[in-house]
């Protein structure tokens, strides 16, 4: 049994509860006491305390180029060339300290599960490694090492794009993220190993790199095993004109008619759904992931996220490619750019973004006991400063957290009961020196 006492905790609701004990044994919670005095044997949070980040959707890899795509005009397009180079690169030995450092990083940023959309599979020439999932489990150590919980979604990638005549074959620099087939990629994936941090998800690329024949394969794989299955839909203008153009069809509709499109779907980005394509998340309960940090990095645009909600989807929220890893600015920029938008204020309450940062995204990622402070739970929280120059001022208040706070506020954070940062250190990661490190490896 470990101890915690919070000055203030969320919850869940609009407020915050002040002076709550928590109670943790066996990475569970077990007790979750308000008002209660600080307990001498209880280590002490000061700040506000909140049920730990989840980041739906993360590419580790992308972490190396940071800053290195921001020169020069462009768009998504150009900036996938960059992409590829680096991925390139990466071998089973280099990703795994890449994305060791990359996990850190969320660590510190209040990040308790991580979701890698997994996709860089085998040698560079498409050959795959002794063990085909060499790669996969580099992601699966790196998670362990940096001590945050994950779900790898697998992702199947078939094809090196889509327009009006029909699919085109991987290119050189695609081809180590194919397995050649569908049913290829299923006996793939059930060798990865499962175990009480780690979850084995589904991914379809998106419509351009997946037929819909080999979406149904996926979809069937997920649905006998229970688990997550997440897509890229409608990020780009030009993707849903190459599926216009072919299938007749929006790049959620395929998706939906091989039979993925259910409640354990989550969508990322969206940026580009018209209003059947929000009607037709919101009917089958699905999720969207918003990257609003990537989303204008790359030029992509705003997502509906108020329609998406009327219409009766979930949001959640994820660092996508690294361009900053801060769940509080995703968090607020799904408010703000609706703003900018609009011109209106008030569409989300701090309450919605915190539950899209944290049980939203648990649900989406496959650990519907997570992402809450409840009896029972996943014993998985962090600790947000009041009292640094962003915060100082702004009150004990959810408003304050979302509002102003950094992942530079983070002081402590604490996974499956086991403490992985403390006043603002990795436990055992000199992050900014491993960082540093990986990414020169793989950048010079």
Not at 405 to 421: I, R
Request: with cysteine; net charge negative; glycine share 10%.
């Amino acid at each position: 049994m470990s101890l915690w006492w919070c000055e203030g905790a969320w919850l869940g609701g609009d407020q915050v509860t002040p002076d709550v004990l928590l109670e943790v044994s066996d990475g569970r919670l077990v007790g979750c006491t308000p008002g209660a005095e600080p307990h001498p044997e209880a280590t002490v949070l000061n700040g506000l305390t909140l049920p730990g980040l989840a980041n739906a959707h993360s590419h580790a890899f992308h972490r190396a180029l940071r800053s290195r795509t921001q020169t020069g005009t462009g768009s998504f397009w150009t900036w996938r060339d960059q992409m590829y180079a680096v991925a390139q690169r990466l071998n089973p030995e280099n990703y795994e300290r890449l994305a060791r450092a990359a996990f850190a990083e969320m660590a510190l940023a209040g990040i308790s599960v991580v979701g890698e959309f997994h996709y860089v599979h085998h040698q560079p020439d498409g050959t795959p490694y002794l063990d085909p999932n060499a790669m996969g489990q580099a992601v699966i150590n790196a998670a362990a090492a940096a001590g945050v919980r994950l779900t790898l979604l697998d992702t199947c990638y078939l094809h090196g794009g889509l327009d009006q005549n029909g699919y085109q074959p991987v290119a050189d620099h695609q081809r180590r993220f194919s397995d050649g087939t569908a049913q290829n990629w299923v006996e793939r994936v059930g060798a990865l190993p499962e175990s009480a941090m780690v979850r084995i998800g589904a991914a379809v690329h998106s419509v351009r790199a997946v037929d819909p024949a080999a979406m149904s394969t996926v979809a069937t794989w997920a649905h006998q095993s229970g688990a997550p299955v997440h897509a890229h839909v409608s990020e780009q203008p030009a993707e849903d004109q190459a599926s216009q153009a072919f299938h007749g069809a929006t790049p959620l509709a395929v998706l939906d008619a091989a039979g993925l499109v259910t409640a354990q779907f989550t969508a990322v980005h969206g940026t580009h759904f018209g209003s059947a394509d929000q009607a037709l998340l919101g009917q089958a309960h699905a999720g969207c992931c918003f990257c609003p940090t990537t989303e204008r990095d790359l030029a992509d645009g705003i997502g509906p996220a108020k329609k998406l909600l009327a219409a009766g989807a979930t949001l959640s929220l994820g660092s996508d490619s690294q361009a900053v890893i801060d769940l509080f600015e995703e968090a607020r920029a799904i408010e703000l750019n609706e703003r900018l938008a609009t011109n209106q204020r008030g569409h989300h309450t701090a309450a919605e973004l915190l539950t899209a940062a944290t049980a939203n995204g648990y649900h989406a990622l496959g650990w519907s006991d997570g992402g809450c402070l409840a009896l029972g739970g996943r014993a998985d929280f962090v600790t947000v400063a009041l009292d640094s120059v962003r915060t100082a001022g702004g009150g004990m208040s959810l408003e304050n957290v979302v509002y102003a706070a950094t992942a530079a506020d983070v002081t402590n954070l604490v996974v499956n009961g086991q403490t992985v940062v403390a006043n603002g250190t990795h436990a055992k990661i000199n992050v900014a020196a491993e960082l540093a490190a990986a990414t020169h490896e793989v950048t010079s």
